[in-house]
C-alpha cells in the first residue's frame, strides 16, 4: 500500500505523492458533484498520508472558511479569515506549515492532541475557495515536500465543480 510520511526519505516521500495523484485523478473523473469529490480526496489522502490524525477541508463563505468533508476526529466548524492556520493560509493565500503548533499565535485547537499541520489553499479563478487542511499527533510530521505534494492535489481539486 501507498504510504506517505514524515519518516521515509525525501526522495521516496516526492515519488509517493506522484504516485497519489493520478489515483485521485482517477477517483474524481466524471463525477460532477464536489461534495462526493471532497469527501473522496479526504478518505484516500487519509489512507495514504499516515502521519495525519485529520485531513478535511474548510469551504470559503463569504469572510469565513465553513468545515466541509473530512476524515477524523469531530473538528470546528467555522473559522474567520486570517484566524489560526488555516484562516491563515485563506487569507495570504499561500500554504502554511506549522511544526509545533503550540507556537503558532492564535493557533486554534479544535482537537488537543493535533501537534502539527500543513494547510494548502485551494485556489479556483484567482479566488480562495478552500483550504486543505493536514494535522498530526507528530511535531514536525510536513516538511516542504509534503507542501509540494499537496499542491497538486489542491489544484485538482480547484479544478472540480465549484
Known sequence: MLRVNS?????????????????????????????????NVTALLRERVSSASWI???????????LGPFQGKVACVRIALGRGVCGTAAAERRTVIVPDVNLFPGHIACD?????EIVVPIIRAGEVVAVLDVDSYELAAFDELDAAGLQPVAELVAKLAW
Request: charged content about 30%; overall charge negative.
Open 7 to 39: 519518516q521515509q526519505d525525501s526522495s521516496d516521500k516526492a515519488a509517493r505523492y506522484r504516485e497519489l495523484l493520478p489515483e485521485l485523478a482517477a477517483l474524481v473523473d466524471g463525477e460532477p458533484d464536489l461534495i462526493a469529490n471532497l469527501a
Open 56 to 66: 478535511g477541508f474548510y469551504v470559503r463563505r463569504g469572510d469565513e472558511l465553513v
Open 112 to 116: 488537543a492532541g493535533s501537534r502539527s
